[in-house]
């Protein structure tokens, strides 16, 4: 759980570089941590977890939505 955790903060710092600031976390030092950053919510599994959730078999049908950091463009010109 101590890697969901540092992947979790690794997340909250990129994310807040790129002005996307997170709302809530639940599940902090558990087997699933979810982050709400408003459009985009975040899910880290452990791997059991996520086999028995399943969860990309549950929005197959949803749109896919190809997502950049507004930043990536900003470190490409550097």
Do not use: C, P
Not at 38 to 51: A, C, Q, Y
Not at 67 to 73: G, I, K, P, T, V
């Amino acid at each position: 759980m101590r890697q969901s955790n540092a992947i979790a903060e690794e997340i909250r710092v990129l994310m807040k570089r790129d002005s996307t600031h997170r709302r809530n976390i639940e599940g902090k030092d558990s087997e699933w941590i979810l982050g709400d950053y408003g459009d985009i919510v975040l899910h880290i599994f452990t791997e059991e977890t996520r086999e028995l959730y399943d969860l990309e078999r549950l929005w197959a049908d949803a749109t896919k939505v190809d997502w950049q950091s507004h930043n990536a463009d900003k470190a490409d010109s550097v």
